[in-house]
């Protein structure tokens, strides 16, 4: 072989290991509710990373937008129906990529007052943001148990840090913490890690629904004992807030880190974080004060210290 010729293989071969390479490093990411805010943020993060990105929507406007993206493929997908699903799981399986990690991301909100909630509402927030990730994780287990990736579900610190007219979300994202707990104990023997990420007040398309749907019902609560609260409450929260880019950048850790942690709480300010530590603390001292074996201040001291350690 002429040297001009076998030096042009060698390229083709360096070509070739090169974007097997580029091909290996790439992850595949399944995100729901990827139109907006939070879920959009991160889909257009981990897309810029060289990694391709199954981006769950429910309209076709949608759907074109994203697809639009580089290494971005929009898949119909409304976390309430099974057949969209379904469908997702198919479509998925039959592209051949794999599946290295889902983010349960879709969600929604309301702001009302827990005794003049109607039943329906809360049954509309469980089935998109408990139900939701519980269905998803479910059909797009065995994909990701087979590549022993990662499972990481939007939460908030509302799960951890009720606030006023928040009862009904607060619910929900309660409802993932036990969600993530839990399913991180039975995915760990596949070598599968479970997260959940915590984010604070941050400007998201939830946020912003919450509050149209707070001044939508304004007249509802004309003869509410909560109306004069009701209205303060919508006024703080029509504040503005900060983009969620933090919110995409610790998405990125969870997914990607070495040694990922069970939590990732992320906050716009430091009075959130502060405020959320110190329930998750006061819960604790509340389980410890009323229970028959009460461990003292020693006891409770020395185990902090060891859980600081194992955090280490």
Known sequence: MKASNLSSFLNILILLAICHWSIAQQKAILITGATSGIGLKTTELLASKGHFVYAGARKQEDIDRLNAIQNVQAIKLDVTKQE??????????????????????????????????????????????????????????????????????????????????????????????GFTDALAIEMEQFGVQVSVVDP???????????????????????????????????????????????????????????????????VPNEGQGTATIRQAMREMLELNENQPYKLSREDLLDIMDGLLSEMD
């Open 200 to 266: 604070g007040g941050y400007e998201t398309k939830i946020r912003e629904k919450g509050i149209a749907s707070m001044e939508a019902a304004k007249e509802r609560y004309v003869n509410s004992p909560y109306r004069e609260a009701f209205l303060t409450t919508l006024d703080r929260r029509a504040n503005p807030r900060k983009n969620s880019d933090e919110v995409a950048e610790m998405f990125l850790k969870a997914l990607f880190e070495d040694n990922p942690t069970r939590r990732y709480m992320i």
């Open 84 to 177: 969209d699903i379904d469908r997702a799981v198919k479509t998925i399986t039959e592209a051949g990529r794999g599946l290295y990690a889902l983010v349960n991301n879709a969600g929604v909100s309301i702001l009302s007052p827990l005794i003049e909630t109607e039943e329906s509402e809360l049954k509309w927030m469980f089935d998109i943001n408990v139900y939701g990730p519980y269905r998803v994780t479910k059909a797009f287990a065995p994909l990701i148990i087979e590549s022993k990736g990662r499972i990481t579900t939007t939460g908030s610190i509302s799960g951890i840090l009720p606030g006023m007219f928040a009862g009904p979300y607060s619910m929900t994202k309660h409802a993932i913490e």
